[in-house]
């Protein structure tokens, strides 16, 4: 069974939006945390935006207002909405899970994402000027 896999990317034009959706065994449901991360050519490796159980969110400052973080658990799926795209947004992004105590406290701010214990393949963002 696949533990986080995503989907939603694609290539759009400068200004565009994009959904991106995590779904998976690991899906963390009421507890832990979820959250996306991206590796981009520019950046290199950047968390993004985290939430927890009760829903709380939490994002990266250099987002400033154009990403949206959410989840469904009736679907167990976690959702990235991407508004007002950027050439430099172009990149790898990923999801990623775990239910550890550290990763919950860790929610309060995405920058440790990327060490969860639960990851999915990545789906690719490419946004042309």
Avoid: H
């Avoid at 069974?1 to 694609?10: F, I, K, R, Y």
């Avoid at 963390?28 to 950046?43: A, L, N, Q, V, Y």
């Avoid at 469904?72 to 959702?79: G, I, L, P, S, V």
């Avoid at 105590?101 to 969860?116: G, I, L, Q």
């Amino acid at each position: 069974q696949v533990q986080l896999a995503e989907s939603g990317g694609g290539s759009v034009q400068a200004g565009g939006s994009l959904r991106l959706a995590c779904t998976g065994s690991q899906y963390t449901g009421s507890s832990g945390c979820m959250g996306w991360f991206r590796e981009t050519p520019g950046k290199g490796r950047e968390g993004l935006a985290a939430i927890g159980a009760a829903g709380s969110t939490a994002y990266a400052d250099s987002l400033k207002g154009r990403f949206t973080i959410s989840r469904d658990n009736a679907k167990k799926t976690m959702y990235l909405q991407m508004n007002t795209l950027k050439p430099e947004d172009t990149g790898m992004y990923y999801c990623a899970a775990d239910r550890r105590a550290w990763a919950t406290d860790s929610c309060r701010a995405p920058s440790r994402v990327s060490e969860f214990s639960y990851r999915g393949q990545g789906t690719q963002v490419t946004v042309s000027s």
